[in-house]
């Protein structure tokens, strides 16, 4: 998981800092519901998100990760689905996913932690948190992990200030994710 989430986050990064210096926002449309075919989310979104996929393995077997994101003024937003091998889901906690999750997210993108929490969403274990990312742009990311089975979802909403940024605030109040065979969206963060 580390390293395709270093791959993301650097990636993140890199894309919300070159948006912030040339200035040139995708047109904001109307909020519409996003749920791709087998991701088992649906999430309100301006526009078509960019979807990139990565994989990689491990001892315990390949980790499957797609992201999609969008960039709605200042802000970056994004859904990333992480498939853990049912074996390192057997052998390791849900707690401990979650943490390892958050701590290797902040330390891969250098980031200090300002806030978190733990939380159930939708019946599932997950972390709500918030850190500031190194550099002169003087950006936050907010991010609910929540791990459904042997996937993890990172909700993830990048600005200067993404606890009062309409577009953060309107991903995440729109957020729904549900166990496979599940019957659709539910949940609140």
Known sequence: MRSSRAWCAKTAELLALAALLVGAAAPV???AVFEPRDGRFAVEMPGAPAVERDSHWTPVGRIAMTKYWLRVGDALLAVELHDIPAVAAALVSDD???DQARDSLLRDVRGTLIEGRVLEF????ARDFRYRLPGQAQ???RVLAVLVDTRLYLLTGMARAPVSDPGVEHLFASFRCWREGGSGPAGRP
């Open 122 to 125: 939708s019946g599932a274990p």
């Open 139 to 141: 950006l936050e990311e």
């Open 29 to 31: 449309g109307e909020w």
């Open 96 to 98: 401990r996913i979650l």
